[in-house]
């Protein structure tokens, strides 16, 4: 049960900073074509493996307290 807890909050996180990096160059910046690369390439990775690490760390603090 813990690891569904874990990938759920980094698939969430990673959701979260996916779409960010995806829409908001495109919002910010609508004349640049590559926008979206930033989404794909680097803010959705690290969001995936923040939201990992968030994971992990809540869930060794809920088995502590």
Avoid: H, K, Y
């Avoid at 995806?22 to 926008?35: C, R, S, T, V």
């Avoid at 979206?36 to 995936?48: E, K, Q």
Wanted: aromatic share 8%.
């Amino acid at each position: 049960m813990a690891v569904l807890r874990v990938l759920l909050t980094a698939l969430v996180v990673g959701l979260i900073c996916f779409l960010a990096g995806f829409f908001g160059p495109m919002i910010l910046a609508a004349d640049a074509n590559q926008g979206p690369m930033l989404g794909i390439f680097i803010t959705g990775p690290l969001g995936l493996l923040s939201g990992i690490a968030i994971g992990i760390w809540r869930e060794r603090r809920r088995s502590a307290g």
